[in-house]
């Protein structure tokens, strides 16, 4: 019998899912979009339903290429980092949905700031616990009885029950990575302690489906959710080997880079931060720079075709700091910072030039600024995303940054998840 293993991804723009075995072979993947409508990533409804049209296509799939659906073991999910949403007990949600780049929550953040008793990667205005506070606020009538984030609220629906997450995804809403332990101070807020999830190490088996999705989907009873993990964590897992100086840069429509390190390393001040994973940590951070601002700026050009009228081997003198709307996390934590985008040079391809070398300058900075606090400079780094089939791109990135970039085989956050059913 093949044990095989079904990772499901909750991305900025869609979702995804797929299926490997155990020797971490492909056999089949699918997408979905959230919705019609462009407020539909932002809605716990539109997150399960495309979760559930991915994993119908799966395991439709496995059929058909000879699998039997009932060697599936295991199901494990990833999510933005720091989107979530609060559900009553039926795990219906009893307010909106606060996704990764929601901020400005400044009345939240000084509450924090108050009880927290040193800087914190829970403080600031865009933090994960100022969202938490904020969603209990717009609770007027006090029906919340789990805080889930994104990947928990997938998790839970295929279990039938809330109250599970991982320390990677509460990592920012407060938890402790080390222990899995919320802290005593968070007793100060005007937060229901019992809405807080159990946090587990991500791959750690939660529950079996529910035998209600056990039949929808066609699977066993015996198939185990396991704890998921954030997209770029997955991203990273799908990529490279959870070894010392492994770094993954996922370029999407953020730019997120990782480094494995043997010692953890926080500076939140900053935006650096460390997720567990393994016997070691994965340290780095999250910019708002990335895909998002090519979309947004450049709109249906050909970005493949504009990007071959660049030279890569010759530096832009055009200096920017590329963000869709003010504010940025990491390498400069500052919610107020304005997007640096003139003078823009009425050709296309030196405007593009500018705009991929500037991103380049800035994950150069990522990865010194995690060294220059005692994590571990990597020898190469391995991108996933879309931006990393960008060859122009990519050779921009190696002579910024003074090592080899290579695009990574096994791209998809999906498939990371999926690796995570594997380690426990």
């Known amino acids: 019998m093949t044990r095989l293993s079904v990772g499901i991804d909750l991305g900025t723009s869609s979702v995804r899912a797929g299926v490997?075995?155990?020797?971490?072979?492909?056999?089949?993947?699918?997408r979905a979009d959230y919705g019609s409508d462009a407020q539909s990533w932002r809605d716990p409804v539109c997150w399960w339903t495309a979760a559930s049209t991915c994993l119908h296509t799966v395991i439709a799939d496995l059929s058909q290429a000879g699998f039997d659906p009932a060697d599936v073991h295991g199901i494990a999910i990833d999510g933005t980092s720091g989107s979530m949403v609060l559900t009553d007990e039926s795990l219906a949600p009893v307010t909106r949905a606060l996704m990764y780049n929601d901020g400005g929550l400044d009345v939240q953040a000084a509450q924090i700031a108050a009880c927290a008793p040193n800087p914190h990667i829970t403080r600031g205005s865009n933090s994960a616990l100022a969202r938490v506070l904020c969603l209990i606020a717009e609770d007027k009538d006090a029906k919340a009885t789990h805080l889930l984030h994104q990947a928990d609220f997938i998790a839970a629906r295929l279990i039938g029950h809330g109250g599970h997450s991982d320390v990677n995804n509460a990592l920012k809403t407060g938890v402790d990575p080390a222990t899995g332990q919320w802290p005593d101070w968070m007793d100060q807020l005007a937060l229901p302690l019992g809405l807080l999830p159990k946090a587990h190490v991500p791959g750690h088996p939660i529950a079996p489906i529910s035998s209600e999705n056990?039949?929808?989907?066609?699977?066993?009873h015996s198939v185990m959710v396991h704890a998921g993990t954030t997209d770029s964590i997955a991203a990273f897992l799908a990529s490279a080997p959870a070894v010392t100086g492994s770094a993954v840069t996922s370029l999407g429509t953020t730019l997120a880079v990782k480094v494995m390190s043997p010692v953890r390393v926080d500076v939140p001040?900053?935006?650096?931060?460390?997720?567990?994973?393994?016997?070691?940590?994965?340290?780095?951070?999250a910019s708002n720079t990335g895909g998002g601002v090519l979309k947004?700026?450049?709109?249906?050009?050909?970005?493949?075709?504009l990007s071959e009228q660049i030279d890569p081997n010759i530096a832009s003198p055009l200096d920017y700091y590329p963000l869709v709307r003010p504010?940025?996390?990491?390498?400069?934590?500052?919610?107020?910072?304005?997007?640096?985008?003139?003078?823009?040079?009425?050709?296309?391809?030196?405007?593009?030039?500018?705009?991929?070398?500037?991103?380049?300058?800035?994950?150069r900075k990522a990865y010194s600024l995690i060294a220059d606090h005692g994590g571990t400079f990597p020898a190469k780094i391995i991108s996933a995303g879309g931006g990393a089939s960008n060859p122009v791109w990519t050779k921009i990135r190696s002579r910024v940054l003074g090592i080899p970039v290579v695009e990574a085989t096994t791209p998809e956050a999906a498939i990371g998840a999926a690796k995570l059913c594997q380690t426990q």
């Not at 001040?269 to 951070?285: A, E, F, I, K």
């Open 20 to 30: 490997i075995t155990e020797a971490g072979d492909l056999i089949t993947m699918a």
């Open 214 to 220: 056990a039949k929808e989907f066609g699977l066993s």
């Open 269 to 285: 001040q900053m935006g650096l931060y460390s997720h567990r994973l393994g016997d070691g940590w994965l340290v780095g951070g």
């Open 296 to 305: 947004e700026l450049f709109g249906d050009i050909n970005l493949t075709a």
């Open 327 to 363: 504010g940025e996390r990491f390498p400069v934590n500052d919610p107020t910072l304005q997007p640096r985008l003139t003078p823009r040079p009425i050709d296309d391809a030196a405007f593009l030039h500018g705009i991929l070398e500037s991103i380049a300058r800035i994950e």
